[in-house]
């Protein structure tokens, strides 16, 4: 397959773990040397899997894609509530889950699926009062985030592990899957976080159809010795 990153490209890339979704873009926009390079939709950095970027042109498509439909899969940890909703932060209560059936989970996650209103975590880039709510929780602070309306399409519980059990949902734009875990454990009343996150599908856009960073290195690599050696 021939790329213009220049012209424009819609990039599948496989997000790593740990990388911030700006991280993927700078890595990108470096490998490729263009710098009109932007991202559709944002990705935690303790999740990973499908990250879109575009380039060149196909930037204009950037607020289209990210408002696809989206799906992922992960690992819920039932018990033990972070203040992150997710691994960013230590465990602060545990509770017993022993009493707790694979059955009543599956029940549980059910009565998510529709149009509900959520709250964003507190340590997530919503602004409040025109900073980012994350920077307040790191710095202690309260901040009283407002629910959103979203579409839950399916919450499906495949698999329980001890306390972890195993997920796939599918979901519209600004759903936060670590409130989704959190809420979960509220409404089993043991407590909850997201233990482990990917992000198979936005829109018609798969994970495995999706380019590593080094991939995209190679290929630029090897546009630069193909031009080299036609000049």
């Not at 599956?106 to 880039?125: C, H, L, N, R």
């Not at 306390?163 to 809420?183: M, N, P, Q, W």
């Not at 990917?198 to 193909?226: C, P």
Request: aromatic fraction near 6%; hydrophobic fraction near 35%.
């Amino acid at each position: 397959m021939e790329y213009d990153f220049a012209a424009g490209e819609i990039l599948l890339i496989n997000k790593p773990l740990d990388w911030t979704s700006f991280d993927v873009v700078k890595k990108v926009r470096n490998a490729i040397r263009v710098k009109k390079v932007g991202h559709a939709g944002t990705l935690d950095p303790l999740a990973t899997g499908l990250l879109i970027l575009c380039t060149g042109k196909y930037t204009k498509h950037i607020d289209v894609i990210q408002g696809q439909e989206k799906e992922y899969t992960g690992t819920i940890c039932l018990g033990q509530t972070t203040p992150s909703y997710d691994r960013e932060t230590e465990v602060t209560e545990t509770r017993d889950i022993s009493h707790l059936s694979e059955e009543e989970i599956k029940a549980a996650a059910a009565k998510f699926v529709g149009t509900i209103e959520q709250v964003p975590p507190i340590y997530s880039a919503v602004q409040v009062d025109g900073k980012r709510a994350y920077d307040l929780a790191r710095k202690g602070k309260s901040a009283e985030l407002k629910p959103r309306t979203i579409t839950i399409k399916a919450f499906d519980i495949t698999a329980k592990e001890s306390a972890e059990v195993h997920f796939r949902v599918v979901c519209s734009k600004g759903t936060y899957i670590r409130s989704l875990a959190h809420d979960l454990g509220q409404k089993l009343g043991c407590g909850a976080h997201l233990a482990s996150l990917v992000r198979t599908r936005i829109g018609d856009y798969s994970l495995a159809d999706a380019l590593t960073i080094e991939d995209i290195q190679e290929i630029r690599k090897k546009q630069i010795e193909a031009d080299d050696s036609n000049s």
